[in-house]
């Protein structure tokens, strides 16, 4: 592998830095003519939308911090003060508060999109466990977010969250500390959480890093979730998925702006127009809406310790998933009984989130203990034996030729298929 | 079976978004009923008379209890007054500064200050008030679930305690805080501040008018932000008109 790069770019700048450093020969080969199945929905836009999402709140974050004060005594204000006299701090803070809920929007629907599709199975699993572990840190780093305008809400989430990590056995309580910075919540924690949070986003860009690099040693996945069999099935990702993201990032910018622009606190929560008081608890104690299921799930275990597993493992179980589900099918598109199954989930995973934001009383407890339930259930018990058990539908030959497998076989007349591989 | 997946991924969104709303009911015990505010809605700018009445009715009667540090005097710009009026009335408070001898003094107040609080500090605040801390109004409109709803709904929901009801000591009757007693006795009544415009100043029109300045002294960038919004909105549509297009041209020698 030693020895100069031969760049094929005419340019004599670009070719003499290509000869160095293939950047550009990368860049064209990773997107430029990288193969792409040609038969992707709208649903594959949101790993590109997650990015910008990224890059949208890294923007924000560092000209927020430009202008934000982490201790105890100036957060609050100086949130306000970033709102009132900062120019354009109002479209910062609001782009930034909004941006975390968005990112969780696109992500969520991202991560429908594999469990339809069947993303995460052979040869893809490292894939999505990376994405599991990105989810993980987004979650992290949005927790530590929420925590710095240092309102009444930033205050009792922190002391809620951090305080789980209590009912590990043994050294629970010196973890707590440590997290802490002393033996409460205070100006230790909230620096150490700025900190924290501001470096949180770089690690996630990492982890992004070796997402794509993952997704780009596959290949990605398709609607039929049939792997590309020749060059008639892919088509090169630029223009044609350059332009179709940009389609779904524009309606995406849309509803980002519709939030930033008019409602901009529609999402928030009022708690946190108070500033933090220690001496004064908020009658419900609430999260932000993206982490209302996985408050659910805690909340249905009557013990504590117990709480906590059941809710690190709701996602700690999307590690395994690849390996719960023995369908060699991927796409629900051919997995009739599947399908059914997995809008149920969707609807169980909306109702614990509904079930996370009221009290923990009378039916919603009942509501939120089932749900609880039924999401193990699907992936413990549903997804091992519904490979097993479901008749699949005939899958096509070919992305190309989307004729069923045993009627009808054999290649279409080739002329139209061809062409537009002449535009390579 | 596009047509589908559309359908699907509406849904979910709208389900995501409405998560939001739902918890919002918690804390809300009361049925809130709905005013028209000038400033709702996406075209929503603040009815600048009825502001400027509520910074009457705020320097008249709630400036001698709540703060409201956040805002500048400069602020009043944004309800309507001029240059002049602000000056004139930045400097109706003292402001404590350290003189040219070194020793503290006081200076007439400048638009560039914040408004004065009426008490140095919160123990201060509640030794008067007996016990009870008066919250600062620079974003009291978005710190109550119900916002502006709220405030108007508080603000004219005293009455006498119903039979059977035991008040505590110093506490009044509102049929909108939350367990119903309240430190602040009812601050608004009929004639209870002088308007110089002519309107009647009926507890009602006093509620609606110091909402709306709080609503403006909460979000004194909304006018900006809703004028940008649409613009930004018109831009975004265009752009999505342009760029499906460019996408079906693309697209157009590609046979599903």
Request: hydrophobic residues 45%.
């Amino acid at each position: 592998m030693v020895g100069l790069h031969k760049s094929e770019f005419k340019n004599p700048v670009i070719n003499w830095v290509d000869t160095r450093l293939p950047l550009f020969t990368m860049m064209t080969k990773e997107y430029g003519v990288f193969p792409t199945p040609k038969n992707f929905n709208y649903f594959w836009n949101f790993g590109a939308l997650a990015m910008i999402n990224l890059m949208i709140m890294i923007v924000t974050g560092i000209f927020l911090a430009m202008n934000y004060n982490a201790s105890t005594a100036g957060a609050f204000d100086s949130v306000e003060r970033i709102v009132r006299d900062v120019n354009y701090g109002w479209l910062l803070r609001y782009v930034h508060a909004n941006g975390a809920s968005m990112f969780f929007i696109v992500v969520y629907i991202h991560m429908f999109r594999g469990l339809y599709y069947g993303s995460y199975k052979k040869p893809r699993e490292l894939l999505w466990m990376i994405g599991v572990v990105i989810l993980l840190l987004m979650m992290a780093t949005a927790f530590m977010g929420y925590v710095l305008p240092w309102g009444q809400m930033s205050y009792w989430g922190a002391t809620v969250i951090t305080n789980l990590f209590s009912a590990i056995p043994v050294v629970g309580d010196y973890i707590v500390t440590l997290l802490w910075g002393g033996f409460s919540v205070d100006n230790p924690t909230l620096n150490r959480f700025f900190s924290l949070h501001y470096l949180m986003p770089f690690v996630i860009t990492g982890v992004v890093f070796l997402h794509v690099v993952a997704l780009h040693i596959t290949g990605s996945n398709n609607p039929l979730g049939i792997e590309p069999k020749s060059s008639q099935d892919t088509l090169p990702f630029h223009p044609y998925y350059t332009i179709k993201d940009s389609v779904g990032m524009c309606v995406y910018l849309m509803v980002f702006a519709a939030l930033v622009f008019f409602a901009p606190d529609y999402l928030g929560h009022a708690d946190n127009y108070t500033p933090a008081n220690p001496l004064v608890t908020p009658a419900h104690i609430v999260p932000e809406w993206y982490f209302l299921p996985f408050y659910a799930i805690l909340r249905s275990v009557p013990s504590k310790l117990g709480g906590v597993i059941m809710m690190f493992g709701s996602i700690a179980i999307l590690f395994v998933l690849p390996w719960l589900d023995t369908s060699p099918v991927r796409s629900a598109k051919f997995r009739p009984i599947y399908r059914q199954l997995l809008y149920v989930f969707v609807v169980v995973c909306i109702t614990l989130g509904v079930a996370g934001g009221k009290p923990p009383e009378g039916i919603w407890v009942v509501i939120g203990r089932v749900c609880t339930a039924y999401y193990f259930l699907h992936f413990l018990v549903i997804l091992p034996l519904l490979g097993k058990l479901e008749k699949p539908l005939p899958l096509p030959e070919s992305i190309a030729n989307p004729v069923l497998t045993p009627i009808g076989g054999g290649p279409l007349p080739g002329g139209a298929m061809a062409k537009p591989m002449e535009k390579m | 079976m596009s047509l589908n997946r559309f359908t699907l991924f509406g849904t979910l969104l709208g389900a995501a978004i409405g998560l939001g709303s739902v918890t919002p009911v918690l804390a809300a015990e009361v049925e809130l009923p709905h005013q028209n505010w000038s400033f709702e809605g996406p075209f929503g700018t603040y009815d600048k008379a009825s502001a400027q009445r509520g910074f009457l009715v705020y320097q008249q009667v709630c400036s001698n209890c709540h703060s409201m540090k956040q805002a500048y005097y400069r602020n009043l710009a944004g309800i309507g007054l001029s240059d002049e009026q602000i000056k004139a009335i930045a400097a109706q408070v003292d402001v404590p500064t350290i003189g040219d001898d070194g020793q503290p003094t006081t200076r007439k107040g400048l638009p560039s200050d914040h408004f004065k609080a009426p008490y140095p500090n919160e123990k201060a605040a509640r030794a008067a008030q007996g016990g009870a801390l008066p919250p600062d109004q620079s974003v009291l409109i978005k710190a109550r679930e119900g916002g502006p709803d709220y405030i108007y709904a508080l603000l004219t929901g005293y009455s006498e305690p119903p039979a059977g009801v035991k008040m505590g000591e110093g506490m009044n009757y509102n049929k909108v805080m939350a367990g119903n007693q309240i430190a602040m006795a009812a601050p608004l009544s009929d004639g209870r501040v002088e308007y110089t415009d002519g309107t009647k100043p009926t507890l009602e029109q006093e509620a609606r008018d110091v909402t709306t300045f709080l609503a403006y002294i909460a979000n004194p960038e909304m006018e900006q932000r809703k004028r940008l919004g649409v613009r930004v909105m018109l831009f975004l549509a265009a752009l999505t008109c342009v760029t499906y297009a460019v996408k079906r041209q693309i697209w157009s020698d590609v046979h599903h």
